[in-house]
């Protein structure tokens, strides 16, 4: 096994991409794990529009470029489009666990199937963030309320409601970012959003959300 591992996180959109490089991969870097993030990409376009028919092509595309990498996905489950794998399975599904179960299952399963000389069983790590990456905001109550510049008890009140962060919800006025946005015109996803999670960090969102952990647990463990 060799003592480092390379990954291309494939993620939806530049918020994202901004989040693995300069949050994430920082933080798995000491531990020999490199990360390399991409925006999903299609002619003319970047970001946005989260088809699978369009992830196939990138997950495909970096499994091949070499055999020695990892491949991941970083996508949100709010607003993703109907034609996932799971998709419609995972909206008959009340708990949040069970939903990102059944997409990152299925999500797997089709990989394989589309890339079985690829060795996806083992080269690919899908992850569909519940309900949207901005959840993790909410792992640090303090931190968030101060950088809102509201009080503490406007989150407590969300969190009182859904449980936990990644509880929060994906209906339209009620999904992480737009919470985040209603709490604050301060608040602006590729800019504060990145100044909130740098400001709370991996650890604390490690800690209150359990299915970002599982992720981020199975990508530091890759060298061992």
Same mark, same amino acid.
């Given at each position: 096994?060799?003592?480092?591992?390379?990954?291309?996180?494939?993620?939806?959109?530049?918020?994202?991409?901004?989040?693995?490089?300069?949050?994430?991969?920082?933080?798995?870097?000491?531990?020999?794990?490199?990360?390399?993030?991409?925006?999903? /990409?299609?002619?003319?376009?970047?970001?946005?529009?989260?088809?699978? *028919?369009?992830?196939?092509? #990138?997950?495909?595309? =970096?499994?091949?470029?070499?055999? #020695?990498?990892?491949?991941?996905? %970083?996508? @949100?489950?709010?607003?993703?489009?109907?034609?996932?794998?799971?998709?419609?399975?995972?909206?008959?599904?009340?708990? =949040?666990?069970?939903?990102?179960?059944?997409?990152? /299952?299925?999500?797997?399963?089709?990989?394989?199937?589309?890339?079985?000389?690829?060795?996806?069983? /083992?080269?690919?790590?899908?992850?569909?963030?519940? =309900?949207?990456?901005?959840?993790?905001?909410?792992? @640090?109550?303090?931190? %968030?309320?101060?950088?809102?510049?509201?009080?503490?008890? &406007?989150?407590?009140?969300?969190?009182?409601?859904?449980?936990?962060?990644?509880?929060?919800?994906? =209906?339209?006025?009620?999904?992480?970012?737009?919470?985040?946005?209603?709490?604050? @015109?301060?608040?602006?996803?590729?800019?504060?959003?990145? *100044?909130?999670?740098?400001?709370?960090?991996?650890?604390?969102?490690?800690?209150?959300?359990?299915?970002?952990?599982?992720?981020?647990?199975?990508? &530091?463990?890759?060298?061992?």
């Amino acid at each position: 096994m060799s003592n480092f591992a390379e990954v291309v996180v494939i993620v939806e959109g530049l918020t994202e991409q901004r989040f693995i490089k300069e949050i994430l991969a920082p933080y798995l870097a000491p531990k020999g794990v490199y990360l390399t993030a991409v925006v999903l /990409n299609k002619p003319g376009e970047k970001g946005g529009d989260v088809k699978f *028919a369009r992830a196939i092509n #990138d997950i495909g595309r =970096h499994l091949k470029q070499r055999n #020695d990498t990892w491949v991941t996905l %970083l996508v @949100d489950y709010y607003a993703i489009h109907t034609d996932w794998p799971g998709y419609t399975e995972s909206k008959q599904r009340a708990q =949040h666990g069970q939903k990102a179960d059944v997409m990152n /299952n299925a999500t797997a399963m089709k990989v394989k199937e589309k890339f079985p000389d690829r060795n996806p069983a /083992n080269r690919f790590i899908p992850y569909v963030s519940m =309900h949207e990456t901005e959840a993790l905001y909410f792992s @640090d109550p303090p931190s %968030l309320a101060a950088k809102l510049e509201v009080k503490r008890e &406007e989150i407590d009140i969300i969190l009182k409601e859904c449980g936990e962060p990644e509880k929060i919800n994906d =209906h339209w006025d009620t999904a992480p970012s737009r919470r985040l946005s209603f709490l604050s @015109d301060r608040f602006k996803k590729t800019s504060t959003g990145i *100044a909130i999670a740098k400001e709370i960090g991996i650890t604390k969102m490690r800690e209150a959300c359990p299915l970002f952990n599982q992720w981020v647990n199975t990508l &530091e463990n890759l060298r061992r």
